[in-house]
């Protein structure tokens, strides 16, 4: 090829370039799920909850096997991922409660910097849409910390139960219970108004979806980050008419179904304004499901547990990345976590997270990107203000447990637990007697993490710690 026609080429390529990219900077779509379980999606496992958007999603992009939630209980949870820190770093965990409630005065410290704030430095559009819980007052709502744009709950849907209401938690005994949302107080807002009390939770996601979509039809021109934050599949469980009654799994199934269209309208939207390409959108769940709840919680597959537990099936949880020309598909058994997506965003987008406190998030862009493997080698599984277990490899040594199906009660080990997850994935047999030397090296490794942490905990907090090991 000449000169003269190479430079044309060249000339010609950039033109298309322009044409067919909006913008240099990838956009972000984390879909955030409230209890959805290991098991309940039909790309990793379940036999009948219909999934075919998520399921599409899943063969288009990467599947994550091993991708953990930063904790096994709302607050902390959301903290974790906005943050890339360990929830206990920022006070967003308590031994007393665990969650932030209505008549709670605190929030995510202002002093946090949020992926929201990072992306920021790239004049990224940003939005959060659904529940946030992170606290409900006007100084923790999402404008404050680096969000342009509100609509959701401020807590769980089940918060502010109306006096004198039926009890929902025992109705949940009954399959084909359906409760009444006027039965719970719970404000739907507009940025800091309350534009709805109680929110209509029959129609909750289906307007969640119709939000989400136009927030990405009004900033198709600019990068943005959409935080879609569904508050179901938490109970109480409330689906829309379209939906009601038509999957063989009860009304669970008709929640998940509505979940799966509302992914396939916010896949659908980047596909007909040409953004498939120029997107990155996550698909996963802030912990396991709640078990207690029988017909009317999910299901951990083959994981031991479920939310508010250590187990496994409290923390690990169905994970999707999709990002058509960007990530190539396939399934990834590396480890990853939610905590990891500030580093992962920050480096995706040329932007920088901060450095001037602890952070606990790896970048996973080499493994997303198929250049190389995950950084993430080790976890640490904090519950409500304790140090309960911790991962390396593919051991995990358990130092104490949370009861599977009532998470507040603590359960002391006569002696410290040790699992191989790769060859036990339900952590049904303990290996601690015949590998002594793993249990010490673990042991030893949550030592570290724990006086890691407690360096960065606010004043206030430290003296609630307690020591990580076994207690005798």
Not at 73 to 91: E, F, M, Q
Not at 151 to 178: L, Q, V
Not at 338 to 361: N, Q
């Amino acid at each position: 090829m000449n000169r003269k026609l190479l430079s044309l080429f060249v000339l010609l390529s950039g033109v298309v370039s322009a044409v067919t990219a909006k913008h240099h900077e990838p956009n972000f779509v984390v879909i955030f799920c409230d209890d959805l379980g290991y098991g309940d999606l039909r790309s990793f496992g379940n036999p009948t909850i219909k999934t075919p958007h998520l399921d599409r999603m899943a063969e288009e992009g990467q599947k994550w096997t091993q991708f953990y939630s930063a904790d096994p209980i709302c607050t902390p949870s959301r903290a974790g991922l906005l943050t890339g820190r360990y929830p206990i770093r920022n006070g967003m965990t308590s031994a007393a409660r665990g969650v932030l409630f209505p008549d709670s005065s605190g929030g995510l410290p202002q002093e946090e910097v949020t992926i929201a704030e990072v992306l920021k430095q790239k004049d990224y559009a940003t939005a959060a849409v659904g529940k946030w819980h992170l606290g409900h007052l006007p100084q923790h709502l999402p404008m404050t910390q680096g969000f342009d744009f509100y609509y959701g709950i401020p807590y769980s849907n089940d918060m502010a139960k109306i006096k004198g209401a039926p009890n929902y938690r025992a109705g949940t005994g009954d399959p084909d219970y359906y409760p009444d949302f006027n039965d719970f107080d719970v404000p739907l807002m507009d940025n800091e108004t309350e534009i709805e009390k109680p929110a209509d939770q029959n129609t909750i996601s289906k307007r969640y979806t119709e939000r989400a979509v136009k927030f990405i039809e009004e900033n198709q021109e600019n990068p943005f980050f959409l935080y879609l934050a569904h508050s179901m599949p938490h109970i109480p469980l409330f689906a829309s008419e379209q939906f009601r009654g038509k999957s063989i799994r009860g009304l669970y199934g008709d929640v998940i179904e509505e979940i799966d269209w509302s992914v396939g309208q916010v896949l659908d939207t980047l596909r007909r304004l040409k953004l498939d390409t120029e997107t990155i959108v996550l698909f996963t769940s802030d912990n396991g499901p709640w078990l207690v709840f029988n017909t009317h919680g999910g299901s951990a597959g083959p994981l031991r547990a479920g939310k508010g537990t250590n187990f496994e099936g409290g923390q690990r949880v169905p994970t999707i990345f999709w990002g058509p020309g960007r990530l190539p598909p396939g399934v990834v058994d590396q480890m990853g976590s939610t905590i990891d997506l500030m580093a992962t965003f920050a480096s995706l987008s040329e932007t920088k997270a901060p450095t001037d406190r602890k952070m606990d998030s790896y970048d996973l862009s080499p493994a997303l990107l198929g250049t190389g493997d995950s950084p993430r080698n080790e976890f640490f599984y904090w519950n409500t203000g304790e140090l309960n277990a911790v991962r390396a490899g593919p051991w995990k040594l358990h130092f104490e447990q949370r009861e599977a199906r009532n998470y507040s009660r603590r359960i002391k080990l006569e002696k410290p637990e040790l699992y191989h997850l790769e060859k036990d994935i339900s952590e049904a047999h303990d290996v601690a007697d015949t590998h002594p030397d793993i249990v010490e090296y673990l042991t030893q490794k949550a030592e570290m993490h724990r006086r890691h942490t407690a360096d960065s905990l606010p004043e206030q907090l430290g003296a609630r710690i307690p020591n990580f090991q076994y207690r005798r």
